[in-house]
């Protein structure tokens, strides 16, 4: 690995316009309790859920350039949505309330209760000053056309909008990922250790990211992404478009096709959103032996993954093992009941 291709990555970087919003770069710590616990390799965790903002999380990285480029293009108006309880909707919230955007938000319910309560992100959301529409079902197709709607409505009121995450910018989020790979590969050199594998929750912006960053500098890290989604075949092919497209953008000589991308969706359980007894039991166990929160849509089943391919022989028990913590704590008082409600044996 070379020097060199630090510094023309973190000088590509550095071209990029930008606005202040993340605590970087985050902490890369071990974790002696889970690791002895485990009887397994050496376990070390990248605490991007210390970002700073918003009780912190990868969003806020991402943040920094797509919201950075919204201002460039003289935008007074964010218009975006994901799920109630998305972690990138309470982010998104907190940046543009220190940066002075108006903010809508066009939500989907995944559970009963985010039709009726207001918690977790959904409350931070409304804090923030996020004006945050409820849809009255979980579909993804109608979502994106009322966000469309409202983009074009705000429009027509002689407001300056942006759409986040469109095909054009949607790898400004990557490259985010790529600075943290950068973060990774000198943590590990100061601390001594030689990664075999990275676990993700991820299944597109950051996972590509990381696979960008890591790649082109040459690291053995072999980044294998846990998908919070069931099924979705495309997305190994929209993570090698991200990476391409945030590799011209940074100017880098590196391609990447689908096969360059490890992305496993059987940890998922019931459906996004919903909990599995695995990731409840990965938060207690963290909880109680680090005193590090998970969260029960992403964090939790990554988590419950690498507990399980340590328990089975799948990774190789003499070399470390590093896990992203991506954030997503303030779901939890939302799952309050599912957690709590687990029976430890």
Same mark, same amino acid.
């Given at each position: ?158 407001? +300056?909008?942006?759409?986040? $995450?469109? %095909? ?7 490259? &985010?990922?790529?600075?943290? @790979? *950068? !973060? ?45 989604? +069931?099924?979705?075949?495309? $997305?190994? %092919? ?7 497209? &945030?590799?011209?953008?940074? @100017? *880098? !000589? ?67 093992? *590093? ?23």
């Amino acid at each position: 690995m070379s020097h060199n291709r630090e510094e023309t990555l973190e000088r590509a970087l550095a071209t990029l316009p930008r606005v202040e919003l993340a605590v970087r770069p985050t902490p890369l710590e071990f974790l002696p309790r889970l690791s002895a616990a485990l009887n397994g390799p050496p376990i070390y965790i990248k605490r991007d859920d210390l970002t700073g903002l918003a009780f912190g999380g990868n969003k806020t990285r991402m943040l920094e350039f797509s919201l950075a480029h919204a201002k460039a293009q003289g935008a007074e108006v964010i218009v975006t949505g994901a799920a109630v309880q998305s972690n990138y909707c309470r982010q998104m919230a907190a940046a543009c309330a220190k940066l002075g955007l108006e903010l809508y938000l066009v939500l989907r319910p995944e559970r009963e209760f985010d039709r009726v309560q207001v918690q977790g992100n959904h409350f931070l959301q409304r804090l923030f000053g996020a004006k945050v529409a409820i849809l009255e079902d979980n579909d993804r197709a109608h979502q994106q056309a009322v966000i469309r709607a409202t983009v074009e409505r705000l429009r027509q009121e002689g407001k +300056q909008v942006y759409w986040p $995450r469109q %095909a054009d910018t949607v790898d400004l989020d990557a490259l &985010a990922y790529a600075e943290t @790979g *950068l !973060e990774i590969v000198r943590q590990c050199r100061e601390q001594g250790i030689e990664p075999a594998y990275l676990y993700v929750a991820a299944l597109d912006t950051t996972q590509a990211g990381l696979v960008l960053g890591l790649s082109y500098l040459e690291s053995p890290i072999h980044v294998r992404g846990i998908s919070p989604f +069931q099924g979705m075949p495309e $997305r190994f %092919a929209a993570m090698a478009r991200m990476a391409n497209q &945030a590799a011209q953008r940074l @100017g *880098l !000589e590196i391609q990447f096709t689908s096969d360059d991308f490890d992305n496993d969706d059987s940890y998922v359980g019931e459906r996004y959103g919903i909990p599995t007894e695995a990731g409840l039991k990965a938060i207690h166990l963290l909880a109680r032996l680090e005193g590090i929160l998970l969260d029960p849509v992403y964090t939790g089943k990554a988590m419950a993954a690498l507990i399980d391919h340590i328990r089975n022989g799948k990774l190789p028990p003499d070399r470390p093992v *590093l896990f992203v913590h991506t954030g997503g704590a303030p779901a939890l008082f939302a799952y309050a009941d599912e957690v709590m409600g687990l029976t430890l044996g």
